[in-house]
């Protein structure tokens, strides 16, 4: 399947679909504290798609290959990478936990979007990690504009990551969505900047860095979904969907609850009026 090339209709029910995607996650935020089962935060998810009229893309969700998915998002704590199944085991002070939604609309548009989270105080090592991680996310977005490539993305991203001494993983990258949960192109959280695809207004895609404090290894549970770190290092990920716009891009999952945008990020200003 092609890259596709959104229209101003697509463009307005994708800017609905992802701002829900991240109002879910304002939702939740109060919510994400010691004691809370990431299994009750899954239940509190499913409520608030209810309650907005969206539902969850993840649920039931079975790429070839895989089992199908069985919760209503993503809660992956600590070691974990991405992909954690929703649990009976309380969140404890000093866990990091990744929460990831992604909706669809009545009329079958995608919204992705995860956030970081600190449960009580965490160690300096964990908050340096979420910062950091979050920091990438956003330099790899302030790449995005026409002209601009894929490669630049993935370039920003690890040698701001590397050079902070914390590893990107790269068997899962960011991805193409619209219509669907995973369109192409596959972008990548590493790469040669001027190399890969080449931005084009219109196109829509989420970036999405994970980074690992040791080793980029992962290895795969044997439920089938939840990817952990191999040495057991603390992990984070955070990820926004993003459209290029003639002069830069707008981040379309930003809501009122979304942390505040890095001072470095010029492009933003881009956003829809
Ligand atoms: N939301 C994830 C992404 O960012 C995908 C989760 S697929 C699931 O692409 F089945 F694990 F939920
Ligand atoms: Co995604
Ligand atoms: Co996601």
Known sequence: MPITIKDEAGIAAMREACRLAAEVLDSLTPHIQPGITTLEIDR??????AAQGTRSATIGYQPPGYPPYPAHLCTSVNQVVCHGIPADKPL???DIVNVD????TPDGWYGDTSRMFEIG???IAARRLCALTYQAMWLGIDQVRPGARL????????????GQGLSVVREFCGHGIGQNFHEEPQVLHYGRPGT???LEPGMIFTVEPMVNIGRRDIKEMPDGWTIVTKDRSLSAQWEHTVLVTPTGYEVLTLSA???AIPDFVQGVAHAAA
């Open 92 to 94: 404890k002070k000093g």
């Open 257 to 259: 609850g979304a942390p």
């Open 44 to 49: 509190l998810a499913a409520q608030a798609m």
């Open 151 to 162: 490669g630049d993305i993935g370039h920003a991203i690890q040698k701001f990551v590397e």
């Open 121 to 123: 105080d965490c160690s």
């Open 196 to 198: 890969g695809v080449e």
């Open 101 to 104: 939604v992604t909706v669809i």
